[in-house]
DNA sequence: ACCTGAACACCGTTCAAGT
DNA sequence: ACCTGAACACCGTTCAAGT
């Protein structure tokens, strides 16, 4: 628990903002990394772009974080606590895992560089624990007993996450490389139609599937098993 | 070009080996690649590394590909390639459907930097189309037609590929930063009981969890979600 | 107590030069 | 035709030095 720790002492040592009049502190440093993530800038969060989109020195950050890992998971972790700000759990369990896993998607997408680099990170930290109690709340109402929504819980929280980690990879690469689909559907013209006459014949059918209908395409079809499973 | 051979050859102008003896070409560097990764060693990938591996200087490779981009495609083309030598479809397109999505990833998990680097990404080469194809057949074999296969194509495809560059992620952050287990439920042993019951209570249950387990949980749960969308 | 700035060991990539 | 090696513009991180 690095946020907002309850300190021991009984006199509570004050801040002592002396040096503090352009002094830093992790969540001003938070809040700067996350007003430069969102761009179209791969690597945005570097040392030196943060040091200068703060008016710092870019080693001063090492004085806040233990390093760019310990930055990362902060971020992350303030990421899925804005997801779940205004979430309120619904009478029906699916429309709750639903909203859970597409909020928190929404929210790592605002932030893409934050996603790539922390998406596969246990943060440990105040959001993540909304998230999961969350997530848990709605599995228990959904009649699942502790090990059971344990389980189910690893399978959709990973899948939102990895699947999010993927999303916000797309994002970054942009237009470049070719990675658009009409390069794809471009590049199998050339392609025997006797030796892959499915893929050929369906290239434009998946090449137009986008990012976004496709996970809530999944994530229905994941949410549709999960209900199957507790049919027997 | 003269060569020692014999001239005036009007047949088939001879691969001509002369600078050959150590020469590149794609296919030695791919090997070189592939035998690079695999490791611990998270960059293993360098060009710098690569070229001390194959004994030239590390820009030779500029001869060979257009740039990093171009040869993590053909690295991750030549992975999935691997992954589909010896599948034969079954008669039960559940099975072959299962089959494919954990013998690609398993072939990525060998080559974990290739994975995390390239998993993102459509390579649209000759081991993609394999998979493509295969992919393709056993959705056809469900009975679904053709625009409803491409989509849950496009499901099954990112939800592997997401989740195993996931994963390769998990692997090559080894035991780095404590992203075990038990910092896991270590950490939680701060946290508030009252705040968050559910997951204090289930967390050593969820940190149990091994991802490899976790993805077979969630792939069978998505498999139950397409058996169950035939069903109507 | 906090910040600075040079330095270190790395990246991918470019380009003039070698053979 | 193919390869080399210095150079460029970047990384994260360390550490002695400033105030």
Redesign the interface.
Known sequence: ?DTNEPEDDPVKEAPVPRRRAQGLGRDIIIDACLKLAGGSDADALSFRKIGKAIGADPTALYRHFADK?ELLLALADRVIAVGMEGYVPGPRWEESLRDLMLRTRASFLRYPQVATLA????T?QKGE??F??AM??AL?LAGFE??E????????G??M???T???A??VL?GE??A?DDN??VR??QD?SEQ?????V??VA??A??Q?EE?YR??L??????????LGN
Do not use: H, K, T
Not at 119 to 122: P, Q, S, T
Not at 149 to 156: D, E, K, S
Not at 220 to 229: N, P, V
């Open positions: 628990m890992d998406a596969l990170r246990v440990r624990l909304e999961i109690e848990l709340a228990e502790r090990r929504a344990a389980l189910v819980y690893r399978a959709c990973d899948f996450l990895a699947w980690g993927f999303s990879g797309l690469l470049q490389s990675q390069a794809w590049s199998y392609v030796q892959y006459p499915l893929a014949s369906s059918l998946m137009g599937v990012d496709n395409f999944a229905d079809l994941l949410l549709g098993g999960i209900a199957a499973r």
